[in-house]
């Protein structure tokens, strides 16, 4: 029996800052973000914005064609978390109008999780083939001003329905996984924002794709040459361009760069103008694919690398279903990202410093956010969400 992803959606803020201005103000040359890390935008949260109401707007689509109803489990990745005990799935269920039988649940692993959840989801939906399971990653990149990983910033969510017979992507059951104890990248619950070791934190992803491809070279039959795209984790483009090139080194692939660029360049376009949204963003690269890839691809296996910092890492396959380019959101997903306004470098500071209450006092949030769903303030410790 065939399981996998039958439908993805995706949403980004309304703003986004130019690499340009930021380049323009730190008094450098914007090469070193358009061509370094092959960054051009990053999207920056309104006020009212957070994972719930990113998630919620992502899936909105999804929900609108199947009805709340069908849905038999929400699992919801990300490590932007809201709170330390309640999953920000129980608002997005509530959000989204779903059956009071829907179990909910949040996972945590860095940038990894919305893969564990899509594996689960997977086992769900074989063991009751009837059911289907709404995974969405949603996460905020934020880093220190003035650090290097500034310019990595970004948002953005993604909804999938994992079901039988899927029309976008048959997953395959075979991974190969790699788990490490290190410290590249983390947040304590103290901070608002990561403590990061860049260069460390590189060196463990391109050990962990080795690791994890090398277990699954062992679990299955398929080899580097079988595979006609890669999609990986995007903390930044370049890394992607970096991982792949680590990988046909490590296959003896014999291609040209050229080639080797192809195999990843379409799942790259939308991270470009999104910037880092963690758990999504490797999902959102597959979108991409999916979306902006001239040629049909279907009945081609896709590749995945999917890197979590701290780390857990895991390579997975998949095959793209027959017909997938009827079901995409392409049009609605473009409308989105051609209406977003770009801010000056000032109103990126605003944004960046908005009043984030720590504790519990009552605050009500301006309106910013085009999107369907908006937190309209915090009251008594309780957040409340509205739609717009």
């Not at 109401?53 to 038999?72: K, Q």
Request: hydrophobic letters at 35%; one cysteine or more; a negative charge.
């Amino acid at each position: 029996m065939s399981v996998g992803i039958d439908e993805i959606s995706f949403y980004t803020s309304n703003y986004y800052l130019d690499l340009r201005t930021l380049a323009e103000v730190q008094q450098t040359d914007p090469d070193k973000y358009y061509e370094g890390i092959g960054q051009e935008k990053m999207g920056m949260a309104a006020p009212d914005e957070d994972v719930v109401t990113m998630a919620a707007n992502a899936a909105t689509p999804l929900i609108e064609r199947v009805g709340a109803d069908a849905i038999s489990t929400l699992m919801f990745a990300t490590e932007t978390g809201i709170d330390q005990s309640k999953a920000a799935g129980v608002y997005v269920h509530r959000l989204l109008g779903l059956h009071s039988n829907c179990r909910v649940v949040e996972m945590k692993q860095a940038c990894y999780s919305a893969t564990a959840a899509i594996q689960m989801a997977c086992a769900l939906v074989a063991r009751n083939p009837e059911k289907k399971v709404l995974v969405i990653a949603s996460d905020v990149a934020r880093y220190d001003l003035d650090t290097p990983g500034e310019a990595t910033q970004g948002c953005g969510a993604v909804a999938m329905l994992i079901s039988a017979q899927p029309r976008l992507l048959e997953i395959d059951p075979e991974v190969g996984n790699y788990t490490e104890d290190v410290m590249d990248f983390w947040r304590p619950n103290y901070r608002a924002t990561a403590l990061v070791d860049g260069k460390y934190s590189t060196k463990i992803y391109l050990k962990s794709l080795k690791k994890a491809w090398e277990h699954f070279r062992e679990v299955s039959s398929l080899a580097f040459d079988d595979f006609g795209h890669f999609c990986y984790h995007l903390p930044f483009s370049r890394m992607a361009q970096k991982a792949h090139q680590h990988l046909a080194k490590l296959n003896k692939a014999g291609l040209t760069m050229e080639q080797v660029e192809a195999q990843i360049e379409d799942t790259l376009h939308y991270n470009r103008i999104i910037g880092n949204s963690y758990t999504a963003s490797m999902y959102i690269g597959l979108t991409s694919l999916l979306e902006n890839c001239k040629q049909n691809i279907a009945g081609e296996k896709i590749g995945f690398f999917s890197y979590g910092s701290g780390c857990v890492a895991e390579f997975f396959s998949g095959t793209v279903v027959a017909g997938y380019e009827k079901f995409l959101h392409r049009e609605q997903h473009k409308q989105m990202l051609d209406a977003r306004k770009e801010v000056s470098y000032e109103e990126y500071l605003s944004l960046y410093r908005y009043p984030d209450p720590r504790d519990g006092e009552s605050i009500e949030i301006e309106e910013g956010t085009s999107g369907r769903f908006r937190l309209a303030g915090i009251s008594h410790h309780k957040r409340e969400y509205v739609a717009s």
